[in-house]
């Protein structure tokens, strides 16, 4: 199987995925991706900040960009 | 004498009072060893059984899948469980029984179970006990998976599987065997297995724990308790072996 990389970003910080995970192909990737992306939006914007941006890169086993993912949090009170 | 079903004597001995007569008795139970791979399903959901296993070596797990696929493991058992227990009074499983690692098994027919327990009702007491507590260990999952953050849901789950490996002598140091998954630690806490990692990548870049090549190794169990607010009352270990 195929192996994929998941970079998450959050704010300013990039964590890099140096393990990877292997997956039957594109489509579970990104099904992956987006999956998490909910996951980890759900966890952190909670925690802090009216203004959140998270994403998640996905590279292929030749750690070529397969797929970009972007999530924005913005509060705005009145 | 080191025999087979001694660690399962542990075990129990860990829950509870074990008798001698109660040790005597589960000495003189029949049993039939099967190896398993990992993955080959010890029971299937669905299936009417007429025996419990209790796992020898190896670790398996219970799962249950949506109709989408998604899988979800609900627990883990390690030597001396015996994770279908509830099979002698509801013998229709509603879960797969795994192996998650390739471990061996002992196959208890019901009909012999039930006949030690007639001629020892004391031992009934004790295996009561012992589904009491797995009933206990879903509670406190139960308010993991709702209420708790990735990285202390993940820190329960290595902080009790710690406890309970302990009570059966599988510690070594402070590490253990731990040959699990990516996609099962992630079936295991409800999580994509991106969230997973990125889980476990947290507690190993702060110093918690150590894990790789199927090796857990906690390398600081106060702050992973706290993270965890892993508090080892709900196993109820007899003579507080809980800890390190």
Known sequence: MPVFYFDVQDGDSLTLDQVGTELIDHNVARQEATRALSEIAAEEIPRDGPRREFGIIVRDDQRSVVLELRLTFHAQSY | ???????????????????????????????????????????????????????????????????????????????????????????????????NTPSVIGLLRHADMHAMLRDHPGLTGLFWRDTLVDSARFLTWMMMIGQASAEARMAHLFCEMYVRLEAVGLIDGRAFNFKATQADLAAAMGMSIVHANRTLQE??????????????????????????????????????????
């Open chain 2, 203 to 244: 507690l190993r870049s702060t110093g918690l724990l150590a894990f790789s090549n199927g090796v857990v190794e906690i390398l600081d169990w106060q702050r992973l308790c706290e993270l965890a607010q892993f508090d080892s009352a709900y196993l109820h270990l007899s003579d507080d072996q809980a800890g390190t």
């Open chain 2, 1 to 99: 004498m080191n025999q087979p079903l001694d660690v399962l004597l542990t075990k129990l001995a860990s829950i509870g009072r074990l008798l001698p007569e109660y040790e005597a008795a589960i000495h003189r139970l029949p049993f039939r060893v099967v190896e398993l791979d990992r993955g080959k399903p010890a029971a299937m959901e669905g299936e009417v059984v007429n025996h419990c296993c209790v796992v020898l070596t190896g670790l398996l797990h219970r799962q249950k899948h949506m109709l989408d696929g998604n899988r979800q493991i609900l627990s883990f058992h390690p030597p001396g469980d015996i994770p279908d227990l509830q099979s002698l009074h509801l013998r229709k499983v509603d879960y797969t029984l795994a192996a």
